[in-house]
């Protein structure tokens, strides 16, 4: 089992940044994957980034390449999402969720476990 508990969200100007966090508990976490997902207002979920158990891996959705960074702390438990140039269609609900193996995917069928979700708003 892995409790996840999202944080960082906020209010933004477009052109800044946020950083969010993402605090795993569950002995497990240093041996799976990693994921961001995002849900706007109406919209389906999607994928954002994901990071393989020992970071060395990392994959991204092509409207955040080269301005989002994800990465993770094992010995903290913790992933973060690096979010820069803020866009207001970067607006949404984001979402990190873990997977069962070790491996980074952008399928939300691949990933167990979800955390509740941290508010990122971009205003123009």
């Known amino acids: 089992q892995v409790q996840l508990v999202e944080s960082g969200g906020g209010l933004v100007q477009a052109g800044g940044s946020l950083r969010l966090s993402c605090a795993a508990s569950g002995r497990t976490f240093s041996s799976v994957a990693m994921g961001w997902f995002r849900q706007a207002p109406g919209k389906e979920r999607d994928f954002v980034a994901a990071?393989?158990?020992?970071?060395?891996?990392?994959i991204y959705a092509d409207s955040v390449k080269g301005r989002f960074t994800i990465s993770r702390d094992n010995a903290k438990n913790t992933v973060y999402l690096q979010m820069n140039s803020l866009e207001p269609e970067d607006t949404a609900d984001y979402y990190c969720?873990?997977?069962?193996?070790?491996?980074?995917?952008?399928?939300?069928?691949?990933?167990?476990?979800w955390g509740q979700g941290t508010q990122v708003t971009v205003s123009s």
């Open positions: 990071i393989s158990w020992t970071g060395g891996n990392t």
């Open positions: 969720a873990a997977e069962h193996v070790p491996f980074p995917s952008t399928r939300a069928t691949m990933y167990a476990y």
